[in-house]
């Protein structure tokens, strides 16, 4: 279980800093700091388990119906990541506290990458495709965080949205793939994907997983044409850039490529899209690095150059290339995180990243300069260094390729291309910036930094060094861990060293630090050469784009939401007719085998009756208490029509919704205009008529088609688990308060959330209140008739009599809260009716949202306690019990639950008519106006 605290102590993390003060930095960083070396101690006490060959896992039940599981693992591949994730993390957190300015939430940004870093543990330790594809989409949101982080620059918030936008549609298509993965493999566990190589590639299916995976893979990681984002990221903080480019985002696309290479390579697909897509993103990284003048955009512009060079290798279908991947993952991550710092450093103590500004800073700042001289020939692939050992296994690896067959020759002459490159814009930020002439005028005068600001820098610089002189001692065991859980079989035996003789790696390495070199010193050529073409700025595209999407879809809206009700109803229709109506042309005939039930004198009766009132409403929707009266009919006749066909507990459901409903709708219809112009002429009535018939003709021919088939229903189970299962003979009622509990809960939330929403749009509106009818004729000045008032005060107790004797024998016999629920809300909307909202309110003091509420609460408080006693959510117990005076009793704690539902009911009932009613109670003025 301990493996598990990996990535919940970041996570814990990013909440511990809510608590700390912008004033107190040093102890922010202190307290964001811990969790963090506290997670890297499990790590590393878990490697040595690791090392030795065997994978820590750790599985917990999260969502078994859809095969989600909590997973996570430690193999030799999520070992890396993870130490470069938790050690470069530790030391971002240090450099951060004093890079920030003391106007800059600290407490913030720690939360913020405190997540991020939790986001990308898991994505490496993840061992199931759902959890790690959920913890992928964290990582871009919380990247977004952190690249808004000075939300108040534009730059920041377009760089963030644009980056959302990018590796949000790249989580979409990875999560598509992931879907068919599972599909194909019967499960999402990753072990098992991963040994299941040969039945993923022969499936049909395989070409589509491969480019839905490899698009989430280069989205994250900036792979051509995906570049475009990254740089634009470059708006956050520089310790958000410095973790961004060395550990974490962008190196989860190679990671992937990586975590999935066992079950996906081997291919020619694979081969093909992953190498070349690979090289191509090497090379135009490393031309526009050149080209840059800020300081981050050259590092952006090389970060996205060497994430091209590790997805190469990994492309190839040579064994051995893919360590050289993994070893330049470790030794980028060092040498680009020691760069970003160093121009952070300078940008925070010059006030500019313009290398066209800067020059000669080595004199003021010997130790910043010393670690980028450290770091960029390290990026440059200067002997000595990490980086010469992984780009000339780089070198080595692209002569054994059989990519392109006889042209096989381009890959390691455009590799060597690309390491040209790579030293020439190397050597000239490091030049640039640091040499090259005396100290110029700058917006603030340099100086080192804090000595624990560069520490890190240092640290970083000196492992560079270290993995450069003794690789074998520093980086082999690590590596061959990696390899083992990448590559399928044994690993190729790993001889890391200096020196491996005179051969065309090495001439292939010379060849790009000289060329490099000299085309640094050339570079004008270079430049004068790009200004030929057009610049674009792939930001303001970005925007355009965003803009023309945004405009052409209010467009759409605008043309379909007219605010016609007619219009909406209209395409609804139609939408329904074609989809329907399609359907029922394919069937050979449209009544079943199953016998109709025979007709009766009171069935064609009440059919006719419901006819005729359905039309009336209609016809008569003018005259508005003529309608609802026929409305009310349509009603009555459904109640009954239950009640024929053995639904009592709908039937009393239906009576009392349909009293509510009209109460409702004559308050509503009470406030608006008296009187409504035609809108309808003759054509427009013979065309809602011919679509009415039509759709009601498509419905009938519907239900007749499912009521003369066979059903194979579910109903027959909760017959038969009703009493044993539920102790209940109703069996609505214990369905809605056992079998389908949850969804009833979820259902009086939302009504509650409806009724205090709709409380408080109520809440002091007041609306003019005609004073006659749509005739003239004026409203009766006996408000209250008393033979009203009588007949209220007598039916009230009464009406709450029955409705706790509903409420008691809902669970074995029709009733139940919700009806209880209603049947109280009329009694006590009659008194309001009756006696007026004034008399009323002085009379029923307490307010309605709190029973609401409560009743959410009691339901929701039933279903905890099954908890306690170690059952599932909302599992219901009964017993019988001998109660004195009354006798033999059958009690549930379902009871507990209904009772939930009947004070949510009342609650949001009266809430919403009770303020209705109200709305032309005139508004009486506070004591401080009438003193006024």
């Known amino acids: 279980m301990s493996l598990l605290l990996i990535v919940l102590l970041p996570l814990v993390g990013s909440l511990l800093p809510a608590f700390g003060s912008n004033e107190r930095r040093n102890t922010c960083a202190l307290v964001t700091a811990l969790p963090t070396v506290i997670a890297l101690g499990v790590a590393l006490h878990h490697a040595r388990e690791t090392i030795a060959g065997s994978v820590p896992r750790v599985a917990l039940d999260w969502i078994p119906a859809l095969g989600l599981d909590l997973a996570v693992r430690l193999d030799g591949l999520s070992l890396l990541f993870v130490l470069l994730i938790l050690g470069i993390g530790l030391l971002i957190i240090l450099y951060a506290r004093y890079y920030l300015a003391p106007g800059d939430s600290l407490p913030r940004f720690y939360a913020f990458l405190m997540l991020f870093m939790a986001a990308m543990l898991g994505i490496v330790m993840a061992d199931n495709l759902l959890l790690l594809w959920f913890f992928w989409e964290l990582t871009s949101l919380s990247s977004f965080l952190l690249i808004g982080y000075w939300y ?125 897509t690979g090289l191509m993103t090497l090379l135009y990284g490393a031309y526009f690095a050149l080209l840059k003048y800020d300081l981050k955009g050259i590092l952006a512009n090389s970060t996205i150059s060497h994430l091209g060079l590790i997805t190469l290798l990994l492309g190839l279908d040579v064994r051995m290339a893919v360590v050289a991947a993994l070893f330049h993952i470790l030794n980028h991550a060092t040498f680009k995180a020691a760069l970003f710092m160093t121009a952070g450093i300078v940008d925070h103590e010059t006030g500019t990243r313009d290398i066209r500004k800067l020059q000669g800073l080595w004199r003021v700042m010997p130790l910043t300069a010393g670690v980028a001289v450290v770091a960029g020939m390290a990026m440059a692939g200067v002997p000595l260094f990490n980086g010469f050992l992984s780009k000339e296994m780089m070198l080595t690896e692209t002569l054994e390729t059989s990519l392109l067959g006889g042209l096989g020759w381009l890959i390691p002459a455009l590799a060597t291309l690309g390491s040209l490159l790579s030293v020439a814009y190397s050597v000239r930020l490091v030049h640039n910036v640091f040499f090259n002439g005396p100290l110029p005028e700058l917006p603030k005068t340099p100086h080192e930094p804090p000595r624990l600001m560069i520490a890190p820098g240092i640290l970083l610089a000196a492992i560079c060094i270290v993995v450069g002189v003794v690789p074998a001692f520093a980086a082999t065991t690590l590596l061959e861990t990696a390899a083992r859980a990448v590559l399928v079989g044994e690993a190729p035996e790993l001889h890391l060293a200096i020196w491996h003789g005179f051969n065309l790696p090495l001439l292939m390495s010379a060849v790009a630090l000289v060329g ?20 674009r700025n792939a930001r303001t595209i970005f925007e355009a784009s965003v803009q023309t999407l945004v405009r052409a879809t209010q467009h759409l809206v605008d043309s379909l939401e007219n605010g016609s009700l007619q219009r909406y109803m209209l395409w609804l229709v139609i939408t329904i007719l074609c989809l329907v109506g399609g359907a029922l042309t394919h069937a050979v005939q449209l009544r079943g085998p ?45 109640s009954l029509a239950f009640a024929r066909f053995s639904a009592p507990d709908l039937a009393l459901t239906q009576l009392a919704v349909e009293v509510v409903t009209m109460i409702l709708l004559m308050l509503a219809l009470f406030f608006l205009p008296q009187k409504t112009p035609k809108e309808s002429g003759g054509p427009r009535i013979l065309r809602d008529a011919l679509l009415a018939a039509g759709f009601g003709g498509i419905v009938a021919s519907l239900n007749f088609a499912v009521l003369t088939r066979p059903l194979e229903s579910i109903s027959q189970f909760f017959i038969d688990n009703s009493v044993p299962g539920g102790g209940g003979h109703n069996v609505v009622n214990v369905i809605l308060v056992d079998f389908r509990g949850f969804d009833t809960l979820g259902e009086i939330t939302v009504l509650c959330i409806a009724a205090v929403g709709i409380y408080k749009l109520l809440n002091r509106l007041r609306l003019f209140m005609p004073s006659s009818d749509a005739d003239g ?3 009766s000045k006996d408000r209250h008739p008393m033979i009203l008032v009588s007949v209220t005060q007598t039916i009230l107790p009464l009406a709450l009599l029955v409705s706790v004797f509903i409420f008691l024998r809902g669970h074995n016999a029709p009733g139940g809260g919700f009806i209880a629920g ?36 009691v339901a929701a408080l039933t279903g905890l306690g099954s908890w306690l006693f170690g059952y599932p959510f909302l599992t219901s117990a009964y017993g019988h019990f001998h109660i004195p005076y009354i006798g033999d009793v059958e009690l549930a704690t379902a009871l507990l639950f209904d009772l939930g539902v009947y004070l949510t009911v009342v609650g949001a009932t009266l809430m919403i008519l009770a303020n209705l009613g109200k709305l032309t109670t005139p508004h009486r003025p506070t004591k401080q106006k009438e003193k006024a």
């Open 594 to 638: 199953l016998p109709l039930q025979p007709l009766d004198g009171l069935l064609v009766a009440g059919a006719g009756i419901a006819m005729f009132a359905g039309l009336a409403t209609a016809v008569l929707h003018r005259r508005r208490l003529v309608s609802l009266l026929m409305l009310s009919i349509v009603g009555l006749v459904t």
């Open 516 to 535: 490099g070199v000299i085309l640094y010193f050339k570079r004008r050529h270079v430049f004068a050469f790009q200004r030929q073409f057009r610049s």
């Open 152 to 276: 108040h620059q534009s730059d920041a918030r377009k760089g963030a949205r644009m980056a959302l936008t990018v590796t949000g549609g790249g989580g979409l298509c990875l999560l598509a793939g992931f879907l068919l993965l599972g599909h194909i493999v019967g499960t999402y566990d990753l072990q098992t994907v991963l040994d299941s190589r040969d039945m993923i590639q022969a499936d049909p299916r395989y070409l589509a997983v491969l480019v839905l995976v490899l698009l989430g893979a280069f989205t994250k990681s900036a792979q051509f044409p995906f570049q475009f984002w990254l740089p634009h990221a470059m708006a956050a903080p520089t310790p958000v850039s410095a973790f961004l480019h060395s550990a974490t985002m962008v190196k989860a696309g190679v990671f992937l490529l990586a975590r999935l290479h066992p079950a996906l390579a081997g291919s020619e697909a694979w081969l093909y899209l992953v190498s070349l």
């Open 777 to 779: 004729r004026p409203w």
């Open 822 to 857: 209603l049947v109280t809300a009329v009694a006590l909307l009659l008194f309001y009716i009756a006696r007026g909202v004034d008399w009323c309110q002085r009379r029923l003091t307490f307010q309605y949202q709190p029973i609401a509420v409560a009743g959410v609460g």
